[in-house]
Nanobody, 124 residues
Framework: VQLQASGGGLVQAGGSLRLSCAASVRTFSTYAAGWFRQAPGKEREFIAAISYNVGNTYYADSVRGRFTISRDNAKKMVYLQMNSLKPEDTAIYFC??????????????????WGQGTQVTVSS
Protein backbone atom coordinates (compact mmCIF):
# COMPACT_ATOMS: atom_id res chain seq x y z
CA VAL A 1 0.00 0.00 0.00
CA GLN A 2 1.17 3.53 -0.78
CA LEU A 3 -0.63 6.64 0.39
CA GLN A 4 -0.58 10.22 -0.88
CA ALA A 5 -2.13 12.96 1.24
CA SER A 6 -3.15 16.38 -0.02
CA GLY A 7 -5.39 19.31 0.77
CA GLY A 8 -3.56 21.07 3.57
CA GLY A 9 -3.07 24.81 3.68
CA LEU A 10 -3.51 28.01 5.61
CA VAL A 11 -6.97 28.87 6.91
CA GLN A 12 -8.40 31.29 9.43
CA ALA A 13 -9.90 30.07 12.68
CA GLY A 14 -13.46 28.94 12.13
CA GLY A 15 -12.75 27.92 8.56
CA SER A 16 -12.78 24.54 6.87
CA LEU A 17 -10.46 22.31 4.92
CA ARG A 18 -10.83 18.89 3.36
CA LEU A 19 -7.87 16.56 3.33
CA SER A 20 -7.66 13.77 0.79
CA CYS A 21 -5.61 10.60 0.79
CA ALA A 22 -5.15 8.49 -2.32
CA ALA A 23 -4.25 4.83 -1.93
CA SER A 24 -2.43 2.81 -4.52
CA VAL A 25 -3.42 -0.71 -3.51
CA ARG A 26 -6.01 -2.50 -5.66
CA THR A 27 -7.75 -4.02 -2.64
CA PHE A 28 -8.09 -0.78 -0.69
CA SER A 29 -11.63 -1.72 0.30
CA THR A 30 -10.17 -4.35 2.65
CA TYR A 31 -8.00 -1.89 4.60
CA ALA A 32 -8.93 0.30 7.52
CA ALA A 33 -7.73 3.90 7.28
CA GLY A 34 -6.97 6.66 9.69
CA TRP A 35 -5.69 10.18 10.13
CA PHE A 36 -3.03 11.27 12.58
CA ARG A 37 -1.52 14.66 13.25
CA GLN A 38 1.64 15.97 14.82
CA ALA A 39 2.06 19.50 16.08
CA PRO A 40 5.51 20.99 16.76
CA GLY A 41 6.94 19.66 20.00
CA LYS A 42 4.05 17.23 20.53
CA GLU A 43 3.53 13.52 20.05
CA ARG A 44 1.67 12.17 17.08
CA GLU A 45 -2.08 12.09 17.80
CA PHE A 46 -4.55 9.53 16.44
CA ILE A 47 -7.54 11.66 15.50
CA ALA A 48 -9.86 9.70 13.21
CA ALA A 49 -10.31 6.26 11.70
CA ILE A 50 -12.73 4.39 9.51
CA SER A 51 -13.19 0.67 9.09
CA TYR A 52 -12.67 -1.04 5.75
CA ASN A 53 -16.42 -1.57 5.31
CA VAL A 54 -17.27 1.99 6.42
CA GLY A 55 -19.30 0.55 9.27
CA ASN A 56 -17.30 2.05 12.12
CA THR A 57 -15.62 5.37 12.72
CA TYR A 58 -13.49 6.73 15.54
CA TYR A 59 -12.77 10.30 16.57
CA ALA A 60 -10.48 11.69 19.21
CA ASP A 61 -12.18 13.96 21.73
CA SER A 62 -10.18 16.88 20.37
CA VAL A 63 -11.89 16.71 16.96
CA ARG A 64 -15.20 14.95 17.55
CA GLY A 65 -18.11 16.99 16.25
CA ARG A 66 -15.87 19.11 14.01
CA PHE A 67 -14.06 16.58 11.80
CA THR A 68 -15.59 13.87 9.64
CA ILE A 69 -13.73 10.94 8.13
CA SER A 70 -15.09 9.25 5.04
CA ARG A 71 -13.91 6.99 2.26
CA ASP A 72 -14.74 6.11 -1.30
CA ASN A 73 -13.51 2.58 -1.90
CA ALA A 74 -14.25 2.73 -5.62
CA LYS A 75 -11.89 5.71 -5.95
CA LYS A 76 -9.48 4.35 -3.32
CA MET A 77 -9.72 7.61 -1.39
CA VAL A 78 -10.04 8.62 2.25
CA TYR A 79 -11.13 12.11 3.26
CA LEU A 80 -11.02 14.22 6.39
CA GLN A 81 -13.47 17.11 6.40
CA MET A 82 -12.35 19.61 9.00
CA ASN A 83 -14.79 22.30 10.11
CA SER A 84 -14.65 24.97 12.81
CA LEU A 85 -10.88 24.85 12.74
CA LYS A 86 -8.95 26.20 15.70
CA PRO A 87 -5.34 27.39 15.99
CA GLU A 88 -4.61 24.29 18.06
CA ASP A 89 -5.46 22.16 15.02
CA THR A 90 -2.25 23.42 13.41
CA ALA A 91 -0.14 20.36 12.65
CA ILE A 92 1.15 18.07 9.96
CA TYR A 93 -1.62 15.62 9.09
CA PHE A 94 -0.87 12.07 8.00
CA CYS A 95 -3.11 9.44 6.52
CA UNK A 96 -2.25 5.86 7.36
CA UNK A 97 -3.35 2.28 6.93
CA UNK A 98 -2.61 -0.96 8.69
CA UNK A 99 -0.17 -3.12 6.81
CA UNK A 100 -2.68 -5.95 6.50
CA UNK A 101 -6.23 -6.30 5.24
CA UNK A 102 -9.21 -6.99 7.45
CA UNK A 103 -7.71 -5.46 10.58
CA UNK A 104 -9.31 -3.12 13.08
CA UNK A 105 -9.33 0.62 12.51
CA UNK A 106 -9.28 1.32 16.22
CA UNK A 107 -5.76 0.30 17.22
CA UNK A 108 -3.36 3.18 16.53
CA UNK A 109 -0.36 0.88 16.95
CA UNK A 110 -1.54 -1.19 13.99
CA UNK A 111 -0.97 1.58 11.47
CA UNK A 112 2.32 1.03 9.71
CA UNK A 113 1.81 2.44 6.22
CA TRP A 114 2.01 6.23 6.10
CA GLY A 115 1.45 9.00 3.62
CA GLN A 116 3.92 11.88 3.41
CA GLY A 117 1.97 14.36 5.51
CA THR A 118 0.27 17.62 4.64
CA GLN A 119 0.62 20.84 6.63
CA VAL A 120 -2.47 22.49 8.10
CA THR A 121 -2.03 25.94 9.62
CA VAL A 122 -4.89 27.71 11.34
CA SER A 123 -4.41 31.38 12.07
CA SER A 124 -6.18 33.16 14.90
Amino acid sequence: VQLQASGGGLVQAGGSLRLSCAASVRTFSTYAAGWFRQAPGKEREFIAAISYNVGNTYYADSVRGRFTISRDNAKKMVYLQMNSLKPEDTAIYFCACPGRSWTTALDPTGYDVWGQGTQVTVSS
